[in-house]
């Protein structure tokens, strides 16, 4: 029998993630490539009920947790995830402004360091050209 409920993938990537097991870990266990569960939790993947069995039981829950279709956990597991994922959003943006920042500061340093070295080679043209006059 394959199984195959809407939310089943993402009930199996949100309690692999609230257990802290990576993906890795998982395919090890089932004998397979982290890509292959990859797709498991990315919903292209279709279940037997053995698998099922399986992976619940990796994550220490009843197989029916990840089969029923209960509207209300299933929308609080949303949110969980989607809190989750706008606090990671978040973070990375902070970081990409940071590092931009960063750039920028590094770009004026650097133009900084260009005009002083143009300015030190027109004054040593200028020494030489002296230097050259006096001699």
């Given at each position: 029998m394959i199984f195959t409920p809407l939310e089943?993938?993402?009930?199996?990537?949100?309690?692999?993630?609230?257990?802290?097991?990576?993906?890795?870990?998982?395919?090890?266990?089932?004998?397979?490539?982290?890509?292959?569960?990859?797709?498991?939790?990315?919903?292209?993947?279709?279940?037997?009920?053995?698998?099922?069995?399986?992976?619940?039981?990796?994550?220490?829950?009843?197989?029916?947790?990840?089969?029923?279709?209960?509207?209300?956990?299933?929308?609080?597991?949303?949110?969980?995830i989607s809190e989750q994922h706008e606090r990671e959003k978040e973070v990375i943006e902070n970081q990409l402004k940071d590092k931009n920042k960063y750039i920028k500061e590094l770009e004026k340093t650097i133009l900084d360091k260009e005009m002083i070295i143009s300015l030190l080679q027109e004054k040593i043209k200028n020494l030489e050209k002296a230097n050259s006059q006096n001699q």
């Open positions: 089943t993938h993402l009930k199996i990537a949100y309690l692999r993630k609230e257990k802290k097991l990576s993906q890795t870990e998982i395919a090890e266990i089932l004998g397979i490539s982290q890509n292959a569960y990859s797709r498991i939790e990315r919903g292209e993947t279709k279940l037997t009920i053995d698998r099922i069995k399986e992976i619940a039981t990796i994550l220490k829950v009843p197989y029916t947790e990840l089969i029923t279709n209960d509207k209300n956990e299933f929308t609080a597991m949303y949110q969980d």
